[in-house]
């Protein structure tokens, strides 16, 4: 099964496979997008969604994205995601995820190391040790395991990183004193409000749990609700929950100089960029400023990986010197020259 993604060919899935899991009874998606650059990189989510059709095209939208962060990262790997499609506010126990990444791990084991999984929202070491005993093509495995960990710490570096090569192009070199608005605290935005606030950045944050505000307390910064912390004026808005949370409405309603976060599929329509640069307001795609993770899980020198890391901001600089859309095209041309 193949899904068109854009004009391109290279923007076609190359294989999509959807599963009953056997132990668990829950509908499993893996789409592998493209193998150009090498095995398809992406980790698994773990959502509630309404039908097997919206965690199917979720799937589709995340594992392009993939392809996408891998080139950009410069990594000789492809782009591919996995989806464990729950119901809406559906919890699993412990003997429900042990079946639910068992049946992922075989699926993954199907493509025969073409696609290689990891963590994504909704998930943990500890699943994904699940999924190793089903097959070895996973990473992010417990570090007392042997394996590398949560990559959460590199994500949010990539992340500090372009904020700061935003703030040098909108002429406010420095964290200190600039407005910062962070909403959806988790492993990676949590520790993105708290290195934002230590550096002197005035931080409003926001999250649908409310037992996040003991954060905002912690590092003083202000709490928004969620639903309205985007018209707060505010230098760099940082979206950091999940995706979709820039709709055409909230983008008009936005009251920020810059977006610059950290959640996968931030605009809940692909050409809601061109919104934004119509508002004047700064856009650092997504799946660049979030690269930082898959950096420190598939770059092959060990050696290298802090550094490639604090270069995804001078990829931020390069982007806006060559205008909205040019992530797709360094996406393109990177994958053409290794075709080529």
Known sequence: MSHAEGKSKLFEHEDVRMARGQ?????????????????????????????DAAALEDALRLS???????????????????????????????EQRIAAF????????????????????????????????????VVGLREEGGGLGDPGAYTARGVLSAIDATLQ???????SGR?????????????????????????????????KRTLADEIGANWADPAIAHRIPTDIFVPAGV??????????????????????????????????ANRG?????????????????????????ETRIDSIGDTVAEIFDRAVTAADQIVEERINASVA
């Not at 829950?26 to 969604?49: D, E, F, K």
């Not at 192009?169 to 964290?175: K, S």
């Not at 934002?196 to 944050?205: A, I």
């Open 23 to 51: 132990r668990s009874g829950l509908q499993i998606v893996v789409a592998r997008h493209s193998t150009i650059l090498g095995p398809a990189l992406g980790g698994c989510r773990v959502w509630g969604y309404e039908s």
């Open 102 to 137: 068992s049946d992922l791990g075989d699926l993954v084991e199907s493509f025969g190391g073409s696609y290689i999984t990891a963590g994504d929202v909704g998930t943990t070491p500890y699943d994904m040790a699940v999924v190793a005993t089903r097959t070895r093509h």
């Open 281 to 305: 307001i700064l856009y650092a795609p997504d799946y660049l400023v979030n690269a930082g993770g898959v950096i420190y899980l598939g770059a092959p020198d060990r050696g290298t990986i």
């Open 64 to 94: 392009a994205g993939m392809t996408a962060k891998n080139a950009l990262a410069g990594l000789p790997l492809g782009g591919g995601k996995a989806v464990i499609r729950l119901e809406p506010r559906q919890v699993l126990d412990q």
């Open 243 to 276: 995706g979709g949370m820039l709709t055409d409405t909230v983008i008009t309603e936005l009251d920020a100089r810059a977006v610059v976060g950290p959640a996968n599929n931030q605009l809940a329509q692909p050409d809601l960029d061109r919104l934004l």
């Open 179 to 211: 407005r910062f608005t962070v909403v959806g605290l988790g492993q990676v935005g949590g520790r993105i409000a708290r290195e934002l606030s230590s550096s002197g950045g005035k931080v409003t944050v926001g999250d649908i749990a409310p037992a």
């Open 169 to 175: 192009r909108l002429g406010l070199p420095g964290r």
